[in-house]
Nanobody
Framework: VQLQASGGGLVQAGGSLRLTCAAS??????YGWFRQAPGKEREFVAA?????????RYADSVKGRFTLSRDTAKNTLYLEMNSLKPEDTAVYYC??????????????????WGQGTKVTVSS
């Protein structure tokens, strides 16, 4: 599956952005977002899975601020990011795969990756 991410940009702290990930097909059990800040490892942000609830999972650092949703008809994934903080600055990648049910947040479980979209939050 091919993934096309978009929607990144520069925003002030407290602002909002919406990232979009368009998938060429729907063949995997999980679709999600990861991010990588300069000098840091890639980390899990959120994912929606075909597993039993919770179907949508978030990293603790974004709970209550980010909302993941999907338009199945369009094979498109959205990440609504509110109350952005400077520490949210990173390149955001959408991903698709079949991670094990007990570790949906592990990047190793995702085999398809988008090209990344940069988010910069200024203080």
């Amino acid at each position: 599956v091919q993934l096309q991410a978009s929607g990144g940009g520069l925003v002030q702290a407290g602002g909002s952005l919406r990232l979009t990930c368009a998938a060429s097909e729907r063949t995997f059990r999980s679709y999600g977002w990861f991010r990588q800040a300069p000098g840091k490892e890639r980390e899990f942000v959120a994912a929606i899975t075909a597993y039993s609830s919770p179907r949508i999972r978030y990293a603790d650092s974004v709970k209550g601020r980010f909302t993941l949703s999907r338009d199945t008809a369009k094979n498109t994934l959205y990440l609504e990011m509110n109350s952005l903080k400077p520490e949210d600055t990173a390149v955001y990648y959408c991903a698709a795969g079949n991670p094990i049910i007990t570790n949906v947040s592990a990047s190793e479980g995702y085999s398809s990756w988008g090209q990344g979209t940069k988010v910069t939050v200024s203080s």
